[in-house]
């Protein structure tokens, strides 16, 4: 069976860091881009940042850039966000998904999220 | 960057009845190979977005043929031929075709 599943959320104070992770099963992890996608609450989506296959390239959305990264471990099947000075306005559910997002790899398989919330 | 926008906000529906959604993109979605990358999600309450379909009209796999996608350009849409109970949540489109991926705010399907 395809999954995704997140962990590593939780409640953080504003400027404190979180590492995010996103284990694989059921696919080729390896032959895949993936993506963070967020969700602020009550709110829509919002893609976050992708990586490719090999982990050489990489991409975040402007409010996010400098503060997280992205990585992954094809040995482990696993997809990583590293949040670091977080802001009240980070707070939402993360979803891993697969795919970049872009012109064929938009986000066929989601995990279940992990939510992270930003409060003093 | 490409702004979706969706339409209605809110569509309340008689089961067993049609339903439409609009999304339309503030810049053409037609890419250079030819393909217009224009995704739909569905997201039920409380549960992670399920993508519908992918390039305007293909269903993915699992997905009730009462789905159906059209469009082209910067208008497409989103139609359910006979509403069921299991459609109620709110659902997206996102463009694909030029960087950054980008999500309409979401159209709330609920039953009358």
């Known amino acids: 069976e395809v999954e995704l599943v997140e962990s590593g959320g939780g409640l953080v104070q504003p400027g404190g860091s979180l590492r995010l992770s996103c284990a694989a099963s059921g696919f080729t992890f390896s032959n895949r881009w993936m993506s963070w996608v967020r969700q602020a609450p009550g709110k829509g989506l919002g893609w976050v940042a992708n990586?490719?296959?090999?982990?050489?390239?990489?991409s975040y959305v402007d409010s996010v850039k400098g503060r997280f990264t992205i990585s992954r471990d094809n040995a482990k099947n696993s997809l990583y966000l590293q949040m670091n000075s977080l802001r009240v306005e980070d707070t939402a559910v993360y979803y891993c998904a697969t795919g970049g997002g872009l012109r064929g790899g938009e986000f066929e398989i989601w995990g279940q999220g992990t939510m992270v919330t930003v409060s003093s | 960057d490409v702004v979706m926008t969706q339409s209605p906000l809110s569509l309340p529906v008689t089961l067993g009845q049609p339903a439409s959604i609009s999304c339309r993109s503030s810049?053409?979605?037609?890419?250079?190979?030819?393909?217009?990358?224009l995704t739909w999600f569905q997201q039920r309450p409380g549960q992670s977005p399920r993508r519908l379909i992918y390039k305007v009209s293909n269903r993915d796999s699992g997905v009730p043929d009462r789905f159906s996608g059209s469009g082209s350009g910067t208008d497409f849409t989103l139609k359910i031929s006979r509403v069921e109970a299991e459609d109620v949540g709110v659902y997206y489109c996102?463009?694909?075709?030029?960087?950054?991926?980008?999500f309409g705010g979401g159209t709330k399907v609920e039953i009358k």
């Open positions: 990586i490719k296959q090999d982990g050489s390239d990489n």
């Open positions: 996102m463009q694909g075709t030029r960087w950054p991926p980008t």
């Open positions: 810049q053409s979605l037609v890419y250079s190979d030819g393909n217009t990358y």
